[in-house]
């Protein structure tokens, strides 16, 4: 098979190495990409939702499947865009259509599907520029703190947690008045603030059928201790060790097969990865949100973790067939530390050269922000590498991370130094 993967993160080239040892795929493609997937498959300098263009590689290098890496073309409709072209619809594309990519596209229309197929979550009410004074007067009614979430894409920076009441009335007035997130805070959910421990259930689903991938735990503060402003992710764990049997079996009873049944229900038509945020209220799990996507860089540990081909599994996904395959689990640990551009999640610089990738030998550097340029990697981005290891257990994993981090540098290098730190009591 030709097979094309659309993104330029990390996420994209763990989809790219993993895709790379299956002897199904022949030629594999990846647009844009990065330095690292430029070593493993041939970068294309298309953007992802530039549709046209993607079509005329697909034509013209008979390209036969396409895995959809980040959510914007999903939300935006590449899917359905395959479909209505005569000459694409033979190619399987991987990621769910316009109207099921909604589930990320709107955190409103999420909250409605949750609400309607008794999907346990936080209980919310949504808000636009001409209700903002309803919006002041329900933040009244709860407990602090407050949780803000733009309802559209805001590049995984657009949900805000206050502790005071007039900061959150200040920042729902930013969010709708004065637009601080563009569109995508046209309308705001605020919702009532769950206490607990999160984590990330990740769902294969063909419409059908589903298959529960390794769950995982990332860390989205940029400052230690899950102090600071929220980033894309900084590091990761996979498995949970706080994700017993029994709370395992809950996540699938009352929210993976509700999700999936939903799906059909509703007629939202879905073929791809169902990433689900959760977090741990007592003893139970709640949805705190949707992704049509896998997670980066969740996907940087769980991916490791399949010993599956995973061209054998897209493929059923693609052919309606999950259930025939048997998903098999690495039972290693494996954690993934993200090394950022200093300034990161604010200002950053890029072009700084990258040093010491090709010496590390114990871990698996996977490039994110990270490019090709005269020979040199340099930095393109905020979220630079993700630096992955295996291990016996978790703490042993994150271990060899760092000690392969400090195989490396570039200029105001940063990454936090206490990914796992709130899971030793739990090992």
């Given amino acids: 098979m030709n ?14 190495w993993k895709i790379a040892q299956s002897p199904l795929c022949k030629n594999l493609y990846v647009a844009p990409g990065n330095s690292g997937t430029a070593q493993i498959a041939t970068n294309v300098n298309i953007g992802v939702t530039d549709f046209k263009a993607i079509k005329t590689l697909v034509l013209n290098e008979n390209i036969d499947m396409v895995v959809v890496g980040p959510e914007d073309p999903l939300v935006k409709g590449v899917h359905d865009f395959f479909l209505n072209e005569d000459s694409l619809k033979h190619v399987s594309v991987i990621g769910p259509q316009q109207k099921a990519a909604e589930l990320e596209g709107s955190k409103e229309f999420a909250k409605e599907f949750m609400f309607r197929h008794n999907i346990p979550t936080a209980a919310y009410q949504s808000f636009t520029k001409q209700s903002v004074e309803k919006g002041y007067a329900f933040l009244e009614t709860l407990n602090p703190p407050y949780v803000l979430k733009a309802d559209g894409l805001a590049a995984g920076k657009g949900v805000v947690i ?16 004065d637009a601080k997130f563009g569109e995508a ?31 995982a735990k990332d860390y989205k503060r940029i400052g230690e201790g899950d102090t600071g402003l929220n980033t894309g992710g900084m590091g990761a764990v996979s498995p949970v060790p706080f994700a017993t049997d029994e709370f395992l079996n809950k996540i699938e009873e009352r929210i993976v097969k509700p999700t999936i049944n939903g799906f059909k ?26 992704n049509v996507r896998m997670g980066d860089p969740e996907t940087e540990v769980v991916l490791p973790r399949l010993k599956t081909d995973f061209v054998e599994i897209l493929k059923a996904m693609a052919n309606q067939t999950l259930d025939k395959i048997n998903i098999e689990i690495d039972e290693r640990a494996a954690t993934t530390i993200m090394l950022v551009s200093g300034g990161y999640p604010e200002a950053y610089e ?22 090709l340029q005269d020979g040199k990697i340099i930095t393109s981005g905020g979220r630079v590498m993700a630096i992955t290891s295996y291990g016996g257990t978790y703490k042993e994993a994150i271990k060899k991370s760092y000690q392969s981090i400090e195989k490396l540098c570039f200029d105001k290098m940063n990454y936090r130094k206490d990914i796992g730190f709130d899971l030793s009591e739990s090992d």
């Fill in 3 to 16: 097979i094309l993967v659309l993104g330029s993160g990390g996420r994209e080239h763990t989809f790219a």
């Fill in 162 to 177: 206050l502790n005071d009441l007039n900061e959150a009335k200040a920042e729902l007035k930013s969010m709708l008045v």
């Fill in 185 to 215: 805070s046209t309308k705001v959910v605020i919702e009532e603030f769950l206490d607990g421990i999160e984590l990330s259930c990740f769902v294969l689903t063909d419409g059908k059928n589903y298959k529960i991938l390794p769950t």
């Fill in 265 to 290: 229900k509703d007629d939202l038509p879905y073929v791809g990865f169902v990433f689900i945020g959760l977090i741990k209220v007592g003893g139970d799990p709640k949805v705190i949100e949707y």
């Fill in 350 to 371: 890029k072009g700084k050269e990258i040093f010491g990738v090709e010496t590390i030998t114990e871990s698996i550097p996977f490039h994110a922000g990270a490019k």
